[in-house]
């Protein structure tokens, strides 16, 4: 059984905590820096990224977190989590974490009235049809060497990973399927 962290400022972690505890392991909300020396991986769940890099700030646990990502601690980043992630926001001047190699623009599929859902195949994660449940997503405009795109949407990267990192647009513990956190949790 695997401890996987959930970054517990905001968003959706009570979705995610539900699906952890649905593929057998166990969930730990993280809100200080001492509780990264008891997790596994972690998920920065999506929010508003704005507040959650404040907080991670004011908390202190911005400096930390980005070393154990950056010393190989799993981290999968959903929606506002990819912009943590991200080392570049084409529509910002402030990033956050900066330790993915991805260029993110906020908000790029409009305001909350343009959410939407969606059905694709991802091969690496899952050989069916996965549904995507896009809220106020970015979505990724460019990756360097070394980021493996998962998948794209009408010529728009939504799902890329990097060495431990993974960063999705779209909110798979939304849905009742599991397929993106067993592929997230086999990476570690």
Known sequence: MKKIGILGFQGA???????????????????????????????????????????L????????LRGKIQGGLPVWGTCA?????????????????????IAVRRN?????????????????????????VFIRAPYITSVKEGVNVLCELDGHIVAAEEKNMLATSFHPELTDNTAFLKYFVSKI
Request: glycine share 8%; aromatic share 4%.
């Open 13 to 55: 972690i009570i979705e995610h905590e539900r699906q952890i505890k649905a593929i057998g392991h166990e969930p730990v909300i993280v809100k200080y820096p001492e509780q990264l020396e008891e997790i596994d991986a972690i998920i920065l769940p999506g929010g508003e990224s704005t507040t959650m890099g404040k907080i």
């Open 57 to 64: 700030n004011r908390t202190g646990l911005m400096e930390p």
């Open 81 to 101: 989590g990819m912009i943590l992630l991200a080392k570049e926001l084409v529509n910002d001047s402030v990033t956050h974490l900066g330790v993915m190699d």
């Open 108 to 132: 790029a599929y409009g305001s909350q009235i343009d959410s939407f859902a969606t059905k694709k195949v991802i091969p690496e994660v899952d050989p069916n049809e996965i549904e995507l």
